[in-house]
């Protein structure tokens, strides 16, 4: 068996308003907290020990996941006081491992969607004597990433900061945010002060001559760090795009919990999400979204690739596209709102206040 640290200590700042309330790795993503996809697949995977380092909003985890006996894990949790990175938070808990110096050590991030086949990363990783693998995805603008070129045998040959110009792009290959280290590798790392991992610990590592070993792996990744990119992501969950075994509900156009009651005539696709409780108006058109428990949403309303949080409305013919409402917002009937707006938790707004286009 396989141990795994899961960093889920970042406040997801680029998510709020849909993190105010609730640390982003907890935000529901078909159906289900997101963590709960990444720690079923990791125990598809042969996982039996996890330990989550938790930071922001960290009392919410436990309450939730107890001892992970439901899914099957043994999960244990350790608190950051003051936030460490990356690498000082893997450091802060690597006590907790019972791994032998040599055994492999799965990692990864909470906000990355993934259809890696962990397996085959540990697998690789034991079959080419590495002291850290990595997952690495291609992606068709890699301007936004770090870049990670490898040789011939797929060794790391560099870790190159976020490309400026076009000479500076030399792979498509970047850092996917799984990793398996060499139990021993992590007791290198400073204690008790921020560390990237990143930035410090994988340069450091390559300069000290240690063996980095890259796995492309070019099926389904997607980071989670938007709440566009939150809202695609849970789709494609729903869609069966993305893999997991904790979709609670067959894959197909919409996943729509018990307790929540949708009018005959409403249309909901492209992966939308109704949740419990939720309440969904006569003649309503829902596309690629996802609503929270307990929302309401109002006969009429047109919302497509838009998140609605717990305990919101959105009025009638009211029409959103791209735009997050928050937990416990009200919107009211005939607005327009579009392109990435964010409604605060709790903000009201009122009839026909806002639009993109004219009234006629």
């Given amino acids: 068996m396989t141990e795994a640290i899961l960093l889920v200590g970042g406040k997801g700042t680029r998510l709020r308003p849909l993190t105010v309330?609730?640390?982003k790795p907890m935000v529901p993503a078909a159906g289900v907290p997101f963590l709960t996809h990444q720690l079923a697949r990791a125990r598809a995977a042969g996982v039996d020990h996890v330990v989550l380092a938790t930071s922001y909003l960290a009392e919410v985890f436990e309450p939730y996941f107890g001892d992970g006996a439901e899914l099957g894990l043994h999960l244990e949790y350790v608190t950051e006081v003051d936030p460490l990175g990356?690498?000082?938070?893997?450091?802060n808990v690597a006590d907790r491992l019972h791994s032998g110096p040599d055994e492999p050590v799965l990692i990864f991030n909470g906000d990355i969607l993934t259809?890696?086949?962990?397996?085959?990363?540990?697998?690789?990783?034991?079959?080419?004597?590495?002291d850290v693998s990595l997952h690495l995805t291609r992606v068709e603008d890699p301007r936004a990433f770090g870049l990670v070129p490898t040789d011939s045998t797929g060794r790391v040959t560099a870790f190159l900061e976020k490309p400026q110009t076009p000479e500076e792009i030399v792979t498509d290959q970047v850092n996917a945010g799984a990793y398996v280290f060499r139990r021993s590798v992590l007791d290198t790392i400073p204690a008790g002060r921020p560390v990237s991992v990143e930035r410090?610990?994988?340069?450091?590592?390559?300069?000290?001559?240690?063996?980095?070993?890259?796995m492309v792996d070019s099926t389904y990744w997607l980071d989670l760090g938007t709440p566009q990119a939150f809202v695609r992501g849970s789709a494609d969950l729903v869609l069966g795009r993305a893999p997991s075994p904790a979709v609670p509900g067959t894959c197909g156009e919409c996943l729509v919990l018990p307790t929540a009651e949708v009018a005959v005539d409403a249309k909901l696709t492209g992966g939308t999400v109704i949740g419990a409780g939720a309440v969904i108006g006569e003649g309503t058109r829902i596309c690629g979204s996802t609503v929270l428990d307990g929302a309401v949403v109002e006969p009429g309303a047109v919302i497509?690739?838009?998140m609605i949080g717990r305990g919101a409305r959105v009025g009638a013919r009211t029409v959103l596209d791209g735009a997050v409402v928050g937990d416990g917002a009200h919107v009211g009937p005939d607005n327009e709102l579009r392109g990435g707006v964010r409604v605060w938790c709790g903000a009201r707004v009122e009839a026909a206040a806002i639009r993109f286009s004219s009234d006629e």
Avoid: K, N, V
């Avoid at 990356?86 to 450091?91: C, D, E, N, Y």
């Avoid at 340069?203 to 980095?212: F, I, R």
């Fill in 115 to 130: 259809g890696l086949d962990i397996g085959a990363l540990i697998d690789a990783h034991g079959s080419s004597g590495a």
């Fill in 21 to 23: 309330h609730t640390p």
């Fill in 200 to 214: 410090e610990t994988f340069p450091g590592l390559l300069a000290d001559g240690a063996h980095l070993q890259g």
């Fill in 86 to 91: 990356t690498g000082g938070a893997l450091r």
């Fill in 304 to 306: 497509t690739d838009s």
